[in-house]
């Protein structure tokens, strides 16, 4: 039980980390209006996975991946400076759709309310 909720700790201090160096240090463009919706970490904690969404902008996917790949080591680097872990996890960031799901549910409701 303890591992559980080690990890929902972990989780919850690099998403708040991540977020704040994507808010004050990283100045990566292909990051800006980037938001960090959630955090997984592993139960070895080896491994975090790393969800955001995009705000309006209009870069793609593949470029927001791009900038958090040329920003990871500095990032990891900075979360081993921050957290006191043994081993800083690896970063994987993956993109949430839940949010554009959402949207999609509520053009529909919106859509049949219409009419």
């Not at 998403?15 to 959630?38: C, F, M, W």
């Not at 969800?51 to 793609?60: A, T």
Request: net charge positive; proline share 2%; charged share 30%.
């Amino acid at each position: 039980m303890s591992g559980v909720k080690r990890t929902n700790r972990v989780s919850g201090l690099i998403q708040a980390e991540v977020s704040d160096l994507l808010l004050k240090k990283i100045k990566d463009p292909r990051l800006s209006l980037v938001t960090i919706t959630g955090v997984k970490v592993s139960s070895d904690l080896k491994i975090a996975r790393i969800y955001f969404c995009m705000g309006s902008s209009k870069r793609s996917q593949e470029e927001v991946l791009a900038g958090f790949k040329s920003a990871v080591g500095f990032m990891r680097r900075e979360l081993g400076h921050h957290l006191k872990l043994r081993y800083v996890p690896a970063l994987a960031f993956y993109y949430d759709d839940s949010f554009d799901y959402g949207n999609h549910i509520e053009r529909i409701l919106r859509d049949l309310h219409d009419k």
